[in-house]
């Protein structure tokens, strides 16, 4: 046996590895997503939510540039997590 052959049984195998794995993390960060938002919700309905709304809004007359609140940054989170999630789960191979 070669050294040179290992190596490419190595490299062969590693994309197959890889493939089996988009499938679970795709999952996992659909979850994660899920409960992003849910926060995000939680803290948008919540006083202390409604308080930063207020002063993000304030801040924002006063600065001229647009913040995030707390809850859209949960939001944006889960966003990127879920659009993750379905191209993960709408990868073939």
Excluded: W
Excluded at 25 to 42: C, H, S, T
Excluded at 48 to 73: F, R, Y
């Amino acid at each position: 046996m070669e050294l040179g052959s290992g190596i490419y049984h190595l490299a062969a195998a590693a994309p197959q590895t890889l493939t089996t794995m988009i499938k679970p993390i795709a999952i996992i960060a659909l979850a994660v997503a899920a409960v992003l938002f849910y926060l995000g919700y939680q803290r948008g309905q919540s006083v202390a939510g409604a308080t930063a709304q207020t002063v993000a809004n304030v801040h924002d007359s006063i600065n001229g540039k647009a913040g995030l609140t707390e809850a859209q940054e949960y939001y944006i989170g889960g966003g990127v997590l879920a659009l993750v999630g379905v191209i993960g789960l709408a990868v073939r191979r």
